[in-house]
């Protein structure tokens, strides 16, 4: 901030307004003390003198420090914020300490010749980070922004700008690298396989233990799919699976295939495969366990070998069967009494030799269900064979493990006997079991997640067709979690969220079913009601108000009482078919109308609600329509700089069939609601670049820039910056005359984000302007950091700017703080002569509004004439008739 950030501290003001600037060198030395006593005696007398006053205390009380020194590094201005960082009690005690002792703040002095070395080039410099020292003589690392800055005669003498102490991010920063290394580490050593594949087989990624059972290194195989490493023959089989796996016919699946390895041979492999989805249900890609069970299928010719060589040869029997590393036994078919059995056998099931032969295996207990045993016998009756029985058996100790047998019947001198091989499966089904807790259950609270939840509730409808008890389901969602989540963190959001998720477990009856359904939002399945609506109406209220009330009471977390509240809606189910999605959303919408009733509140769903709704639907499937039908249309307003023409905004237009022209207000909300915001934004930045190459052609027009509003749903989306481009360079449009326009709404989501698109799209060549500056959440810390161009101050600051005193100090802040960050300002709403002018004499000069022009339809714009600009606004024919239209 610095000097020019505040003019009147530093040069004195005419209405006695002007903070002191005692010193020969124009600094304040005061105590912290008597600065509290001075601020409280002296509070200003008037409305100009408040909003001084105010921007004074907003220099004071900063999160950010803000720090002022001359060319030689010597500080003359900093606020307590930038004292507080360097270990001092106030800025005097910094300012004293520094040039009556001369520590240098600098941890090292190559860093700060670093910076003056870039501010030399580059005049000003964002981000830069470097080691301070503190007054106890420790480092921490800052990031500097910093700019050269003039004295009243015009000459560079001192350098100012922000501080922020990022110690913390770093640490962070170091924190994730390993985490992420550990994570890596768990991957590489995993004892199976490991392969993530997009929904058509591609691989993604892989670890080297299933890079080794192919014999392809992982970088070779990122990119080939399933299919290339499948000889034909084994390929129907791998598809059909994975078909029923996208269609949700089956939530896993576990077989055998074979793999073709790089240097040509097969390798026998079981697989493990689940779709992992996203939060609406969409396949985000498979997650497959591959176990190299060549072994096990060399045992298994092995073993034939030992079957046809048993008649010829005892001794190459026996060396084949205690040799297998599966586990391998005989028994007698009548009564399972064990004849032979191999030492992988008795490792497993942790018995003696002498404690198994001579017994059954009814009376050592091996079969945790006997009556799987008699399943095997049967099928070796009918067959002669059992294949692939998975099935639990239970060690000497007492422990069940799984394990897949193989059996056959075998004559042992004229006894039939059964001969089986059994694999340990205990890993592959602790696999199969955290997989289907990543696809059926939420992982931050350990409840149902919507997909359980769908399913339990088609299983209550089905249900409530054969009896005549009622059901219901309590849709619930925490009101302004999302403001808690940005203020106190996401780690303290997700404890609120376990927190809340326990205290509605607590409200729940015995059979009733409580599911996260992602975010905030909770649900509950209230089973087995009163087949008397008014009693199952009293039992859903009398739990939905217990919910109420415990979600309600203060919680402390992580030092923090949060206080919450809960809205809650209910939907219930009598005799009629009604699908599970249907009914989910029926007690959504009553949800969302205990929010608009005060929020700690529930509603019934009841029917008028799902007019309203309708209602809403088809205006969605009119817009919809609309898109496809080109019924939407750009009118430009222009914008102008010193009574010159420099820019236009494209202001988006619905020719409606039936209500006639449509500003965005009255559809934009559904349009991001919807999804539809995409396509048309996309349309709306192909009208404009056509647009601007329209007007390249014109030698009057050929300098314009177009500025286009965007939506934070597009903002959000992966693509977006390769989307922008391709449009870009589809029509071939000059990108420089391109600025985009951002909400301060769209600055709390994913700030980082947000800036490396920025910096994508401005290294082509577009610009960023800020809209409605001031209105939203405004944090110093996030413009910083932002690689904007300008400011678009809003209306309503505009508006009353003549006549209210605030307003007007208001704006002068607003248009410093631009000037300070170097970024442009543009007003908008301007609508008389008297605003223009007193927006003028604060240094604003670009300017949008009435005084000007409507905005009007390309070919109209095309004919705008500074010197025209008052008949316009007077000209009550046209510009009334788009009064209406005009406001956004």
């Avoid at 985000?284 to 070998?305: C, G, P, S």
């Avoid at 959504?588 to 309708?614: C, D, H, S, W």
């Avoid at 300017?847 to 000209?875: C, I, K, N, Y």
């Amino acid at each position: 901030m610095g000097v020019s950030a505040f003019p009147d501290a530093a040069h004195g003001s005419g209405n006695g307004c002007a903070f002191s600037a005692a010193g020969s060198s124009g600094i304040a030395h005061r105590t912290q003390e008597n600065e509290t006593v001075l601020r409280r005696a002296a509070r200003p007398e008037n409305d100009a003198c408040e909003a001084e006053w105010k921007y004074r205390s907003i220099f004071d009380e900063a999160l950010e420090g803000i720090f002022q020194t001359t060319i030689e590094g010597l500080p003359v201005l900093a606020n307590p914020a930038a004292a507080r960082m360097l270990g001092y009690n106030s800025a005097d005690e910094l300012l004293g300490t520094v040039m009556n002792v001369g520590v240098d703040v600098w941890a090292h002095l190559s860093e700060r010749a670093e910076l003056l070395n870039r501010l030399e080039q580059e005049g000003a410099v964002r981000g830069f980070e470097c080691r301070l020292r503190h007054k106890d003589g420790g480092e921490f690392w800052a990031s500097l922004s910093a700019r050269y800055a003039c004295d009243a005669d015009g000459n560079t003498r001192y350098i100012q700008g922000f501080i922020e102490d990022i110690t913390s991010r770093r640490d962070v920063e170091r924190q994730l690298r390993m985490s992420e290394a550990r994570f890596r580490t768990s991957f590489e050593q995993a004892a199976v396989g490991i392969a993530h594949t997009s929904a058509d087989g591609k691989i993604l990624r892989c670890n080297r233990r299933f890079a080794g059972i192919v014999g392809y290194t992982p970088d070779e195989l990122i990119g080939l799919t399933f299919q290339q490493i499948t000889p034909p023959g084994d390929r129907p089989g791998g598809d059909k699976m994975r078909e029923r796996l996208l269609s949700g016919e089956i939530n896993n699946a576990s077989f055998e295939k074979r793999y073709m390895r790089k240097d040509g041979s097969l390798t026998w492999v079981a697989l493990t495969i689940a779709l992992q989805r996203g939060g609406e249900s969409d396949p985000q890609h498979f997650i497959t366990m591959v176990q190299d069970i060549n072994a096990r299928k060399q045992a298994e010719e092995e073993l034939e070998a030992a079957q046809k060589a048993l008649r010829a040869s005892e001794e190459r029997y026996r060396i084949a069967f205690q040799t297998t590393l599966d586990a391998v036994n005989i028994n007698r078919l009548s009564d399972g009494l064990y004849i032979e059995c191999n030492k992988s056998f008795l490792d497993i099931t942790g018995h003696s030799y002498e404690e198994v032969i001579g017994r059954t295996s009814l009376e050592l207990s091996i079969w945790a269900n006997p009556d799987d045993r008699e399943r095997m016998v049967d099928c070796i009756r009918k067959e002669g064979i059992c294949r692939s029985l998975e099935t639990q058996f239970r060690k000497k100790n007492g422990d069940v493990f799984w394990g897949l047998m193989y059996a056959s019947k075998i004559e042992l001198d004229g006894v039939s006997c059964v001969l089986s091989i059994t694999r340990d499966l205990s890993d592959a089904k602790l696999a199969e079991e955290k997989i289907n807790n990543l696809a059926f259950y939420d992982p931050l609270t350990g409840l149902p997640n919507r997909r359980l939840l769908m399913e339990r509730l088609q299983q209550s409808l089905a249900k409530g067709i054969r009896n005549a008890h009622s059901r219901a389901v309590l849709f619930i969602d925490l009101d302004n979690f999302k403001t808690l989540n940005d203020s106190l963190g996401h780690q303290v959001g997700d404890l609120l969220l376990r927190e809340i998720a326990q205290r509605i477990k607590a409200c729940k009856r015995e059979n009733d079913v409580v599911a996260r359904l992602g975010g905030d939002e909770f649900a509950v399945l209230l089973d087995d009601l009163s087949p008397i609506p008014a009693d199952a109406v009293a039992q859903a209220e009398l739990v939905a108000e217990r919910i109420l009330a415990a979600t309600s009471l203060p919680i402390f977390l992580a030092n923090h009482e949060c206080l919450s509240s809960t809205s809650l809606g209910i939907a219930l189910i009598g005799k009629g078919r009604k699908s599970p999605a249907e009914v989910l959303k029926q007690a959504e919408i009553a949800m969302y109308q205990a929010k608009g009733a005060g929020r700690g509140t529930l509603r019934f769903f009841a029917p008028q609600l799902q007019t309203a709704v309708n209602a809403r639907a088809a205006l969605e499937e009119e817009l919809r329509r609309g898109i496809k039908a080109n019924q939407f249309q750009l009118w430009y307003q222009p914008q102008v700089d010193r009574r010159r023409l420099v820019g236009a905004e494209a202001l988006l237009r619905w020719r409606h069939p039936n209500r006639g022209i449509l500003a965005p207000s009255e559809f934009i909300s559904l349009a991001e609601e919807s999804g539809l915001i995409l396509p048309l934004g996309d349309w709306v930045l192909e009208e404009a670049c056509k647009q601007i190459n329209r007007w390249g052609k014109r030698k009057d027009l050929a300098s314009i820039a177009v500025a286009v509003n965007i939506s934070a749903v597009q903002f959000r989306k992966p693509e977006f910056v390769e989307r922008v481009l391709s449009i870009i360079d589809a029509s071939g449009a000059d990108p420089t005359k391109i600025q985009l326009e951002i909400t301060e709404s769209m600055l709390v989501e994913n700030l980082e984000d947000l800036i490396v698109k920025m910096n994508v799209l401005k290294a082509r060549g577009v610009s960023f302007a800020l809209d409605d500056f001031g209105t939203g959440y405004s944090s110093l810390s996030y413009l910083k950091r932002l690689p904007l161009d300008q400011l678009k101050i809003d209306r309503s600051f505009v508006r009353d700017i003549g006549s209210d005193v605030a307003s007007g100090a208001i704006a002068r802040a607003l248009i410093t703080l631009g000037q300070v960050m170097g970024l442009s300002v543009i007003a908008e709403g301007i609508e008389t002569e008297e605003q223009r002018e007193f927006l003028t004499r604060l240094g604003c000069h670009t300017f949008q509004g009435f005084l000007f022009s409507h905005p009007v339809p390309a070919e109209e714009f095309e004919t705008f004439r500074m010197g025209r600009a008052d008949q316009r606004v007077r000209s009550s024919s046209k510009a009334n008739s788009f009064e209406g239209v005009v406001r956004n």
